[in-house]
């Protein structure tokens, strides 16, 4: 059984940073993609970014573009969230993602507040 573990949610203000980091329980290589989701209070789950399994290619909603960045580091088996400028219709549950051959995986989530 595949576990992903979310770390780094918080309370930050406008316009600061979080890293949100995603532990995987086996070799990233494993996965089409990984990614983040978020969902806010009476909104429905959206894309934050994802990146290929294999690494390189990202892709991002467009309400984050410019300012998350993700990355992943293979021999760690760890993907992260750079989260810069947060804002406050940032604020949400994130969740990990990842897809593979034998499923779709979900972590528990981590709640991030950026207040005013």
């Known amino acids: 059984q595949v576990q992903l573990v979310e770390s780094g949610g918080g309370l930050v203000q406008t316009g600061g940073s979080l890293r949100l980091s995603c532990g995987v329980s086996?070799?990233?290589?494993?996965?089409?993609?990984l990614g983040w989701y978020r969902q806010a209070p009476g909104k429905q789950r959206e894309l934050v970014a994802n990146?290929?399994?294999?690494?390189?290619?990202?892709n991002y909603g467009d309400s984050v573009k410019g300012r998350f960045s993700i990355s992943s580091d293979n021999p760690k088996n760890t993907v992260y969230l750079q989260m810069n400028s947060l804002k406050a219709e940032d604020t949400a549950v994130y969740f990990c993602?990842?897809?593979?051959?034998?499923?779709?995986?979900w972590g528990q989530g981590t709640q991030v507040t950026v207040s005013s």
């Open positions: 993602n990842a897809k593979s051959m034998d499923g779709i995986y």
């Open positions: 086996r070799s990233i290589f494993t996965f089409y993609v």
């Open positions: 990146i290929a399994g294999s690494g390189g290619i990202t």
